[in-house]
């Protein structure tokens, strides 16, 4: 970035200022997630999560709501291209002059400057509130760790939730009444198969805008950090995995398929689309860990992904696309720092769709369907029969089955009670775990 002059670099960073601030701050729909940022900590506040999952917007909404004094600079610029860690203090100077005195400095998208944990400690060391964005979970997981050894905060941002979806819909959360119900319903149906990208419900984005955002995960995200060589093997690997959401992953069968030259190697690709968050995993629920880590379900982190592609094969399996609203939400609700989500599955006797646990301890059994029919039907037996089995594997008696179609009632079977919630009524409720 040698050839920018100071003049430069107060141009492009006062336009990125007056671009942030024309944002309508009552427009904007609420987060949950704005709750976790504080603005007053001596830790790096750091929002993490696919891209434009709506990151920037819950930063820039709390940081200009606040009223507070602040320095901003988006990396995600191609101004800002060839920038390096010596040119930080370059870019301070150029916030003090736009801005004045601050003591905020919000950094969009930093993940791909190399040295930027160095800036940002001393930044925090310096007594700077630090808040960053960023879409590699790579970077902001296990760098985060090394770098910055516990000076930050880490908060996950997934795409809106169904609720958040109802909301920016003006879609009743609350009543009972048959037409309010029926309305959240059809709600979950559209959001099935639509999916909560911030541009895709706020503005009908439709499948031209998915397709780049997802080549811009793999090219930008992936490509330019991990140096890919095969960059068309990675976006086939993706679609195959995003085809077959809810599913359980072979390595073995992926470097077959795609003529890898080993199973290293498709683990590696796969835990690429990981780190930039377009796949979630859960592992195995066993206590034996070579089962827990060859057992992997995978899922996609909003359903857009598995609709909205160029020549897409995905099923329209309600159940399924149902299973993956559940899943990503429960990652939403539970607290990372001790609480995990697996999938239990016993041979071919019997599974069950996710086990919430609290350290080493199973603290709840999920079972997700369409719908619930009578006893002795096989329908009744796979899901209702899976929490029993289930409850009696892991000493679990808290039991829930999410239904799409039903009523809210109590299922006595095997000693076991079984909690049965309709899936917009679970989904819009927004306790989350302890």
């Given at each position: 970035m040698?050839w920018l002059t100071?003049?430069?670099l107060?141009?492009?960073l006062?336009?990125?200022?007056e671009?942030?601030?024309?944002?309508?701050l009552?427009e904007?729909?609420?987060?949950l997630e704005?709750n976790?940022?504080?603005?007053?900590?001596?830790?790096?506040?750091?929002?993490?999560?696919v891209?434009?999952?709506?990151?920037s917007?819950?930063?820039?909404?709390?940081?200009?709501?606040?009223?507070l004094?602040?320095g901003?600079?988006?990396?995600?610029?191609e101004r800002l291209?060839?920038m390096t860690a010596?040119?930080?203090?370059k870019?301070?100077?150029?916030?003090?002059?736009?801005?004045g005195d601050?003591?905020?400095l919000y950094l969009?998208?930093?993940?791909?400057?190399k040295?930027?944990?160095?800036?940002?400690?001393?930044?925090?060391?310096?007594?700077?509130?630090?808040?960053l964005t960023?879409s590699?979970?790579?970077l902001?997981s296990?760098?985060l760790?090394?770098?910055?050894?516990g000076?930050?905060n880490?908060?996950?941002?997934y795409?809106?939730s169904f609720?958040?979806?109802?909301?920016?819909?003006?879609v009743?959360?609350?009543?009972?009444?048959?037409?309010k119900?029926?309305?959240?319903l059809?709600a979950?149906d559209e959001?099935?198969?639509?999916g909560g990208?911030p541009e895709?419900?706020l503005n009908?984005?439709?499948k031209?805008?998915?397709?780049?955002?997802?080549n811009a995960?793999?090219?930008?995200d992936?490509?330019?950090r991990?140096?890919?060589?095969y960059?068309?093997?990675?976006?086939e690997?993706?679609?195959?995995?995003?085809d077959?959401?809810?599913?359980?992953?072979?390595?073995?069968?992926?470097a077959?398929?795609f003529?890898?030259?080993?199973?290293?190697?498709?683990?590696?690709?796969?835990?690429y689309l990981?780190?930039?968050?377009?796949i979630r995993?859960i592992?195995?629920?066993s206590?034996?860990s070579?089962?827990?880590?060859s057992g992997?379900?995978?899922y996609?982190v909003d359903?857009?992904?598995?609709?909205?592609r160029?020549d897409?094969?995905?099923?329209?399996n309600i159940?399924?696309?149902l299973?993956?609203i559940v899943?990503i939400?429960?990652?939403r609700?539970?607290?990372?720092?001790y609480?995990?989500?697996?999938y239990?599955?016993?041979?071919n006797?019997?599974e069950?769709?996710?086990v919430?646990c609290e350290?080493?301890?199973?603290?709840?059994?999920i079972?997700v369907t369409?719908?619930?029919?009578?006893?002795?039907t096989k329908l009744?037996?796979?899901?209702?029969?899976?929490l029993v089995?289930?409850?009696a594997?892991?000493?679990?008696?808290?039991?829930?089955?999410?239904?799409?179609e039903?009523?809210?009632?109590t299922i006595h079977e095997g000693?076991?009670?079984i909690?049965v919630?309709s899936?917009?009524?679970?989904l819009?409720?927004?306790?989350?775990?302890?």
């Amino acid at each position: 970035m040698n050839w920018l002059t100071m003049t430069d670099l107060v141009h492009i960073l006062s336009d990125q200022r007056e671009e942030l601030e024309r944002i309508k701050l009552t427009e904007q729909v609420s987060r949950l997630e704005e709750n976790f940022l504080n603005l007053k900590s001596n830790v790096a506040q750091v929002v993490i999560g696919v891209r434009r999952s709506g990151k920037s917007t819950i930063c820039q909404k709390t940081i200009l709501s606040s009223g507070l004094p602040f320095g901003y600079v988006n990396f995600d610029d191609e101004r800002l291209d060839g920038m390096t860690a010596k040119d930080f203090d370059k870019i301070l100077k150029a916030l003090y002059r736009i801005n004045g005195d601050f003591n905020i400095l919000y950094l969009d998208e930093a993940q791909d400057i190399k040295g930027w944990h160095l800036f940002v400690n001393r930044m925090l060391r310096s007594g700077m509130k630090v808040v960053l964005t960023g879409s590699n979970a790579n970077l902001l997981s296990s760098d985060l760790v090394t770098y910055l050894t516990g000076r930050y905060n880490e908060i996950s941002l997934y795409p809106f939730s169904f609720y958040e979806y109802c909301v920016s819909k003006s879609v009743d959360t609350l009543s009972q009444s048959t037409k309010k119900q029926a309305l959240r319903l059809k709600a979950l149906d559209e959001y099935m198969v639509s999916g909560g990208l911030p541009e895709v419900v706020l503005n009908n984005e439709g499948k031209d805008y998915v397709m780049s955002l997802l080549n811009a995960i793999i090219t930008k995200d992936i490509k330019n950090r991990h140096n890919i060589r095969y960059i068309e093997t990675l976006q086939e690997i993706a679609n195959c995995l995003l085809d077959k959401y809810c599913q359980e992953v072979s390595f073995n069968n992926i470097a077959k398929e795609f003529a890898l030259n080993s199973v290293h190697t498709a683990k590696k690709y796969v835990s690429y689309l990981e780190e930039a968050f377009l796949i979630r995993f859960i592992h195995k629920y066993s206590f034996k860990s070579n089962e827990r880590s060859s057992g992997l379900k995978a899922y996609t982190v909003d359903l857009a992904f598995a609709t909205n592609r160029k020549d897409v094969l995905t099923t329209e399996n309600i159940g399924w696309r149902l299973e993956n609203i559940v899943l990503i939400e429960l990652l939403r609700r539970i607290n990372r720092q001790y609480q995990s989500v697996f999938y239990m599955k016993k041979n071919n006797q019997f599974e069950v769709d996710f086990v919430v646990c609290e350290k080493n301890k199973a603290i709840e059994l999920i079972q997700v369907t369409h719908h619930i029919e009578e006893a002795d039907t096989k329908l009744y037996k796979r899901e209702v029969g899976g929490l029993v089995k289930g409850a009696a594997m892991s000493k679990c008696h808290n039991l829930k089955l999410i239904v799409m179609e039903g009523e809210r009632t109590t299922i006595h079977e095997g000693g076991e009670t079984i909690q049965v919630m309709s899936a917009s009524d679970w989904l819009c409720n927004q306790e989350r775990y302890k």
